[in-house]
């Protein structure tokens, strides 16, 4: 089963809304199924309804990713298990499109599309995605980005558990205002330590006087 694909339905609609600096893709019916990405059946489901289901499903969504990011693994359990059992998903053994080089199918799970409606659909699969990343790699990989005003979801996929941010973008520009940061620190204590030292010589002279 391609865990990462799943998966990432539950990253780009968290991702649709960045709070902190105040913007919402999620306004339509179109950004909707433009988050269904290449499943265009499913995205033909959509309704104008959906959007505010939708929206819904991504504030609990972005729960589990808070609690996960807080180090608070079981609340993020619990969302994410509440998540599960309000939308279930039925998995399928699929072929049809995967063939060896004898032309014999090549069996894969697939998790079937065939939901009441769309946001039921598309939760049924993000959830459960995000429930297989957890559970094959550990809480601690999902993520928010450090990067202020950013807070995107992410999961951390890296060899050492290291990823801090959504992006190589986030990631420059926090480097670069750490950098100014240091270099501000370290112009104010050199502006310090050369008062101290002219302090230091004027009690110095007026002693000798």
């Known amino acids: 089963m ?5 998966s990432d339905y539950a990253v780009r609609l ?5 709070p902190a600096r105040g ?3 999620l306004t339509s019916v179109e950004a909707v199924r433009e988050l269904f990405g290449a499943n265009a059946s499913a995205a033909r489901r959509a309704t104008d309804a959906d959007v505010t289901r939708f929206r819904s499903v991504r504030a609990r969504l972005r729960a589990v990713f808070q609690a996960a990011d807080e180090g608070d693994e079981t609340r993020a359990v619990d969302l ?3 998540l599960l059992l309000e939308f279930p998903v039925s998995p399928q053994i699929s072929g049809h499109d995967h063939r060896d080089d004898d032309g014999r199918p090549l069996w894969h799970m697939h998790l079937a599309d065939h ?3 769309a946001t039921a659909g598309y939760a049924a699969i993000a959830a459960m995605g995000l429930a ?3 559970t094959e790699y550990g809480v601690d990989r999902l993520g928010l980005c450090e990067a202020t005003p950013c807070r995107n979801a992410y999961l951390d996929t890296s060899t050492n558990r290291s990823r801090r941010y959504c992006s190589d973008r986030c990631a420059t520009r926090a480097n670069v205002a750490a950098y100014r940061a240091r270099k501000r620190l370290e112009a104010d204590r050199s502006a310090k330590t050369g008062l101290a030292a002219e302090s230091a010589q004027r009690s110095t002279a007026s002693g000798e006087r």
């Open 115 to 117: 939901p009441s409606n």
């Open 132 to 134: 297989f990343h957890l």
């Open 23 to 25: 913007t919402d893709t």
């Open 2 to 6: 391609e865990l990462a694909y799943y």
């Open 80 to 82: 994410l298990n509440a």
């Open 14 to 18: 968290v991702n649709s809304e960045e």
